[in-house]
């Protein structure tokens, strides 16, 4: 028997902001809930005094059936800095090691990180139209290394479940900092 929530639905999308309606839910994510994240602590603490920086917002639809699960998540990450790094997402590897993940970047530029926690990184160069396998058991984080705002559209099933944990005590092998103005990847030993 055919439910309610069995039958198809559509939102309205607009790339440029990355906003969609209807909605159901926004997360914000600011410095304080990244600082483990970011390498100049100093950079940290002087953002926190001054009481804080806006880093990304998420906004989600669960398209939740009686069969299966999909999720749409829109990711929008504001340009800026943290002493050299650029703005990123906190990153996290499914907790199902089964699940990939398709990213789509709509606006703006920088990179997705691509990282196994077990000697394999990529880094995948992004500007509007780049859409991204991310394939199982890789961590992903997305950063955002120009001027304007980088938005991307994620697709997952709900039970793929995110580690934020394994990548924040290891971290990526590589982080994107500006240098002499422009982005460059290295590897967080040499910051
Ligand atoms: C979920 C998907 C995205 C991220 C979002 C924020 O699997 O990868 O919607 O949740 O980009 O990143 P993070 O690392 O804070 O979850
Ligand atoms: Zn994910």
Redo the contacts with the bound molecule.
Sequence with gaps: MRQEIDYPISVMFDAKSGIFNPCKKTEE?KVSDLKMMFHDQQAVQSILSAGDQLV?E?R?YPFVTSKSDM?L?V?RIFPGKVGREYHM????I?QRDDQP?I?YCVQGSGYLLLDTLDGEFRAEPWQPGVITHIPPMWA???VNTGNDLLV?V?S?HLA?G?D?EKVKQQGFAKIAVENNGKPELISPKDY
Excluded at 89 to 92: A, I, Q, V
Aim: charged content about 15%; proline content about 0%; cysteine-free.
């Design positions: 994510r990304y998420i989600y999720a998540g990711t997402t906190k990153g996290h499914h993940e990213y992903h984080r997305a991307f994620a997952y793929a995110h934020y």
